[in-house]
């Protein structure tokens, strides 16, 4: 008999490694953080083929994935480990296509007021070219005393 088994859609309970680390998700798109400190982050992510949209662009998507968490890993530079926040809004403005290459994030939190905090990142080529310019904003749910 064919049974097929279905997948475990969750809830499911996430324990990382450390406070700033990839979660499986990130881990998924072999996301590198190279730094995160004093409310900036450096990530960089490999343009691989299971990235690659119809065209052969690397997907927005994955582009989108990389800025928001490097946004996170800025954010929680700032945090006590343990804090709980989420983001609530995002613009982005794509510039220019990714075709090879990996591709560098650099974050940082612009602006703090209350349990809102809003960051930016700009993503690069491997050339160093601007390809993608992201603004977010995020609420602090709940702050772990240090």
């Given at each position: 008999?064919n049974?097929k088994?279905?997948?475990d859609?969750?809830?499911?309970?996430v324990?990382?490694?450390k406070?700033?680390g990839c979660?499986p998700?990130e881990?998924?798109?072999?996301l590198?953080?190279v730094e995160?400190a004093?409310?900036?982050?450096?990530l960089?992510?490999p343009?691989?083929?299971?990235?690659?949209?119809?065209?052969?662009?690397m997907h927005?998507?994955?582009?989108?994935?990389?800025?928001d968490t490097?946004?996170?890993?800025?954010?929680?530079?700032?945090?006590s480990?343990?804090?709980?926040?989420?983001?609530?809004?995002?613009?982005?403005?794509?510039?220019?296509?990714?075709?090879?290459?990996?591709?560098?994030?650099?974050?940082?939190?612009?602006?703090?007021?209350?349990?809102?905090?809003?960051?930016s990142a700009?993503?690069?080529?491997?050339?160093?070219?601007?390809?993608m310019?992201?603004?977010s904003?995020?609420?602090?749910a709940?702050?772990m005393?240090s």
């Open positions: 008999m049974e088994k279905t997948p859609t969750g809830p499911h309970q324990t990382l490694d406070w700033i979660a998700f881990r998924l798109l072999n590198d953080i995160a004093n409310g900036r982050a450096l960089k992510m343009f691989l083929y299971e990235y690659a949209q119809g065209a052969g662009l927005g998507g994955a582009l989108v994935s990389l800025a490097a946004v996170v890993m800025a954010i929680k530079s700032l945090l480990p343990g804090s709980h926040f989420a983001t609530i809004r995002m613009g982005t403005e794509f510039l220019y296509p990714v075709t090879r290459g990996v591709v560098t994030a650099e974050a940082e939190v612009t602006h703090r007021e209350g349990r809102v905090i809003e960051g700009v993503l690069r080529n491997g050339d160093g070219r601007e390809v310019r992201f603004m904003e995020f609420k602090v709940r702050v005393a």
